[in-house]
DNA sequence: CTTCAAAATGATTGCGCTATCATTCGGTGA
DNA sequence: TCACCGAATGATAGCGCAATCATTTTGAAG
């Protein structure tokens, strides 16, 4: 029987080179090595040559995971939202990682849905790979992931909300705020009877209370609400308009995404009532093709690039510190309505 | 001077709990922890429950960067995607997450953009976090690029793309053969005089040289082609628009995108245009806005979803075997002519 | 040509976990 | 009752790297 090698079988699986193969090559010791990549100021050039040629030779290709574990720095960031499957969102994930990537920071993508469960799920193995910073869409957690979040003494932005409380850093609008704006807007316009299809979504839920308690300060004012499933899209829009609008006679109706406001449209054209006099419609995130919509939708735009782009440079300027402290920094980035042709 | 804790300072910088800790609280050995979180199953019931009480006592999130140190698996899947604001491809990434996460994956995004440093770039920081498997959109490389991948020795899919020599699997489309049906749609319509516009992308570029195949075999077909940057907007759409109306008398215009081609009609629409008889249009995609435009706009439709889905499956299907061997498995999901109202 | 501080390099150790043994425990049949 | 076997648990070592300190080399001044 061959029992010749079974004893010290190694343990490392992939053959690729490590910094030792690469110290042996270029005839230095691992740890210059490992300045000559990481510090290179530290090593005179003659040595960096020849270890940069070592590399070569070699193939090596650093190895973070071990890296991270020796230096309790992983080099990656959790950016936690609900759908990338939403331009807003989209939006955010561009401009964080084009904030982030370029500093050598890698994003870990986390998708939370709108339901606390499948995010407290998310955010516990987002922790056990021990991110340097996370961002987080929305601040209304349940206790358990508040606990965990405080736990982990990372720097942490809430993004996407409004709170006097915020776990440590937080950069977003008012919800509340854009359904009381949108309210006074189609009030001005002398709307009374509403229509509100909104998303199964805490967020568009609270904009929609902003919008009824804005409406509920003029007498006469009225409001029938629709949800739908996420994600929203055109077909749910247009169901649930109709549905409205048989219900009863509307002057108005609010949207929580943009994408449903489309549905609504083409349900009106279908009936053929004219927009805005006959039904005005109102849309949410002004999307890329809002204007293009015929026609052009009304909406509220929210500067999704701006928020993503603060939120990384706000963590940015904590991971250079060394020790944890919350911030409480607070950021209002307001929203803006659109007054286009659909109201 | 104060030098008594100044020799043995503890190095790790967390104060988190580790399977130590919760070993000691549990009264077992560190060993036993790691197998009853792991491998229940191993595990005597008693014992579990004991160290699932000291889990929650000392409220302990493995840590799973040592984890992958010591098993060389990351656990992580590298997705590679050119940009997630872009509607196709944030279905790509909202499909993949859909089947990796609950498999206990997380997913590492990185953006590559449309160029091949870029790309490099990415992928080389990608590879030092040593993925378990990569989903990569495209399979264009540089040869350099190519190399490191195929050392890596990790189950790769490209997508999004079609090819005879796949890095090892694939899943995708073929962009000539776009642009070859767009071109046999438009010229049975009876359209001769083309634009396109289209963006600095390879594969946009493929999907015109089919196209201008295609209508090279009719006699009399001509056709302008404008490039706009990155990324798409209706304003570039509009911009090229006017300027290719401007340069000659054109039955359709060809473009790189939806959001391009919705620039298009309002540019049609602002010149009084009637569309499809005098001036016919084409998108690429089928964003969830495409049936929305007035009028409704007639695009190839691509299934992101599936495509996600399918990667993700390969893969899944590749990360329970062992060694690593090179699959060559490639995938046709085809593409669809949708022939909307600007044709 | 020394001297000495600063710069460069090297040796050692541990990050937190799990693979891989070795050991102990509990139950079974003679 | 005791040897025996599989199941459960424990001890040890190492994954690949960088922090830290020890040692060597360099170069400027005397």
């Known amino acids: 029987m061959s029992d010749d090698n079974d004893r010290t079988r190694p343990r490392r699986a992939s053959g690729s080179a490590r910094l030792t193969d690469v110290a042996r090559v270029a005839g230095v010791a691992p740890m210059t090595v490992s300045r000559a990549l990481n510090r290179p100021e530290l090593v005179t050039e003659s040595t960096r040559q020849k270890v940069q040629k070592a590399v070569l030779e070699t193939g090596y290709v650093p190895n973070r995971v071990a890296g991270a574990l020796a230096t309790s720095r992983s080099g990656l960031v959790a950016l936690l939202v609900p759908t990338v499957a939403h331009a807003l969102f989209a939006e955010v994930v561009q401009a964080v990682m084009g904030e982030l990537t370029p500093r050598g920071y890698q994003v870990m993508l986390g998708l939370v849905g709108y339901t606390p469960a499948q995010e407290e ?76 299809i909104t998303a199964d979504d805490s967020r568009a839920a609270r904009r929609v209370e902003g919008f009824m308690a804005g409406i509920g300060e003029i007498a006469g004012s009225e409001c029938l609400v629709r949800e739908v499933g996420t994600p929203s899209s055109m077909p749910w829009g247009r169901e649930k308009g109709a549905e409205l609008l048989d219900s009863a006679p509307l002057d108005a109706i609010v949207c929580s995404s943009d994408i449903l406001a489309l549905g609504v449209i083409a349900e009106a054209q279908s009936r053929g009532l004219a927009i805005p006099d006959e039904l005005a419609i109102m849309g949410f995130g002004d999307s890329s093709y809002a204007g293009a919509s015929f026609p052009a939708l009304s909406t509220v735009r929210i500067d999704g690039a701006a928020i993503g782009r603060a939120a990384a440079t706000h963590l940015l300027s904590r991971l250079g510190q060394s020790g944890f402290s919350r911030s409480g920094d607070i950021l209002d980035v307001g929203f803006t309505l659109i007054d286009r042709d659909t109201t």
């Open 121 to 196: 799920a998310v955010i516990e193995t987002v922790l056990s790979r021990r991110p340097d910073a996370i961002v987080l869409t929305g601040c209304r957690h349940s206790p358990l992931t508040r606990e965990r979040l405080t736990r982990a003494q990372v720097p942490l932005v809430e993004i996407w909300d409004m709170s006097d409380d915020p776990l440590d850093m937080l950069i977003g609008f008012s919800h509340p705020a854009v359904g009381l704006a949108v309210a006074e807007h189609l009030l001005a316009r002398g709307y009374r009877r509403f229509g509100v």
